[in-house]
């Protein structure tokens, strides 16, 4: 049982069949040829998306919008599973209060210079985030998962992802550490992601005390929570930011990644409408999250962007057909592909951005989370 958190007699998930469905691609297979979309949404997926479409989210307040998430979570999300350990950490980062700064950018970008707002590299006596340590049985798995949760920077926290988190320890046999970085507007690029290679750092340097295995530790993430991930294996991108990742990913596990921010993509500017991530809503995160519009180009911004992507981990990717971000996401495949990097890349075609949090709604959005748990199980291999 969880040494906290400990709730009377709750249900746990069943798991749908590992069977993929027929909408499902396989994990070798590329996506020419196959369908990007089906000719309509789940039903209970599209049934939730026009009930959101009734007060469009990117309307609400930030402080109003991050608890409409977390409850959409507790209301439609899965069912919390009890592990054998939980443990709450708190840990200091380095970066703290803002200024303006200039960035030289690299030969990786397709860029010169840019100017824009980095951190100090002081004491940041008074920063910290929070760490949450799934281990969900005692005979503790031999990977670990360092998880980032969603919510284009700006939504979404260790509490929103609790019970995904547990469901991809128990289902995934996988150790499961997630990261709470801070949001922005109150903490903007690069804040995030120097907090996601603080939070790396110091689990690796902590192994022992976390008692996971340091050889097999590997990074992951939904939607913003991917995109963090994947800078995490991209070292030559970090080289003008105050921290530094100082062990390369065993692997990476991708779901629904934000890998550029420049909105350029059919699937972008069509996908605006009765779907929880519309083009509106990304546009509203972007512009919580960046100082300027200016920004997205760079490749910390837009990884996508980056000349090379050879450094990457082993990897996983998942892409929906119902999504803004598809395009982006499968292109960032391809090009981890053609990089030579070892990849598996699932792509949905019925599933919309964000159907891990309504599975107690929709039967499809169940049995792909599932299949999603499945998916890192096979990194145990």
Known sequence: MDNVNKPASLPQDTSSSDKPSQNELPQDEPLQGKRLQAPKLEAKQLMVAKWLSLAPLYKLPVTLFRYVFLAMDRVLGLTKIEMDKVINL?????????????????????????????????????????????????????????????????????????????????????????????????????????????????????????????????????????????????????????VQAKVTPAFQFLIYPMVDLQGLTESYRRFNKQLILTRDLMDYFRLKYLHSLDEVTLPLVSPLQAADISESPKSYILTLGFDPLRDDGIAYAQRLKAAGINTQHQHYDDCMHGFISITKLSPRAKQATHNIAMALNSFNE
């Open 90 to 242: 708190t840990v200091p980062v380095s970066t703290g209060t803002p200024f303006m700064g200039t960035i030289p950018l690299n030969e990786h970008s397709a860029c010169g210079t840019s100017t824009i707002n980095n951190s100090n590299n002081g004491n940041g006596s008074n920063s910290t985030i929070k760490l949450r340590i799934y281990h969900p049985s005692a005979n503790k798995p031999q990977k670990t998962l360092v998880y980032f949760h969603g919510g284009g920077g700006v939504i979404g926290s260790i509490n929103t992802h609790d019970h995904f988190c547990r469901y991809l320890a128990k289902h995934g046999n996988m150790n499961i550490i997630s990261v709470d970085y801070r949001l922005a507007p109150e903490h903007k690029f690069p804040i995030p992601i120097c907090d996601a290679i603080e939070a790396w750092n110091y689990i690796n340097a902590n192994h022992q005390q976390l008692n996971i295995n340091p050889q097999h530790v590997g990074v992951g993430g939904d939607s913003a929570g991917g995109y963090l991930a994947c800078i995490i294996g991209l070292h030559s991108l970090q080289t003008s930011l105050p």
